[in-house]
């Protein structure tokens, strides 16, 4: 399911993009959750970063698409977002706030499809090698390569990478489901390894990066293990 948020102060052209997705979505085999919203103000009100693509026209009431999306920059990094204008030469400005593309009205199908063909599969290229967090200010995306491990204590998660450490809500379960395909295993309840950063073991301690992580009796097998197939496999 991809989550769409559409915005324009035209109720003809929320009706023409939603038939849209409707249309793409029988002809793609692509299901689609969309919200419309004819203004950036109320769009941005409670704005929750749960969505994967944004159409925003530029011309809006109140508060244009430009300095809708620099607020949306602020707590939202990882939405795909594609400008909607009737003037090509604004949509130029897009790429201060990451947009992804523009498309010029009057919108027609063949375009749209071809701007929602590429956006999903940079969608999907990023899913492959991100993962997303949402922490207390924004939504973040880490790269998987650079994440070295996961601390969890009563629900309060570290996520420890190689430059930064981001602190989050939530249940070490669900990650490890995510990343079990990127070799992620538990050493301990408490710590989920990304087996490439495991530099050794020494007793009954991993050590990752600096950090020197607890093994626990129960896990000891099963991780030594699989960071064995890891390292003979790599």
Do not use: W
Not at 42 to 69: C, Q, R, T, V
């Amino acid at each position: 399911m991809i989550n769409v948020g559409i915005i324009d102060d035209s109720q003809l052209m929320l009706d023409t993009l939603k038939s849209y997705f409707q249309r793409y979505s029988k002809e793609n085999h692509v299901l689609f959750h969309i919200r419309t919203f004819v203004s950036a103000i109320s769009f941005l009100n409670n704005y929750k970063p749960n969505y994967d693509l944004i159409f925003m026209d530029i011309e809006l009431p109140g508060m244009n698409g430009l300095e809708a999306a620099h607020k949306l920059r602020k707590i939202d990094d990882l939405t795909t977002l594609i400008f909607v204008t009737n003037m090509s030469q604004y949509a130029v400005k897009g790429y201060e706030v990451q947009a992804f593309d523009f498309i010029v009205k009057p919108i027609k199908y063949s375009a749209f499809a071809i701007k929602v063909t590429r956006a999903l599969e940079a969608f999907t290229d990023r899913e492959l090698r991100k993962l997303k967090i949402n922490t207390q200010d924004k939504a973040i995306c880490i790269d998987i390569n650079k994440l070295m491990y996961i601390e969890i204590n009563n629900h309060h998660m570290i996520f420890h990478t190689e430059d930064h450490d981001y602190e989050v809500y939530g249940t070490l379960k669900t990650y490890e489901q995510k990343l079990s395909n990127h070799f992620f295993r538990r050493c301990n309840n408490c710590y989920l390894v990304n087996l490439r950063f495991v530099k050794s073991i020494e007793d009954n301690y991993a050590y990752v990066g600096k950090d020197k992580l607890y093994i626990s009796r129960p896990k000891k097998t099963s991780f030594i293990r699989d960071l064995n197939n890891y390292l003979g496999a790599n």
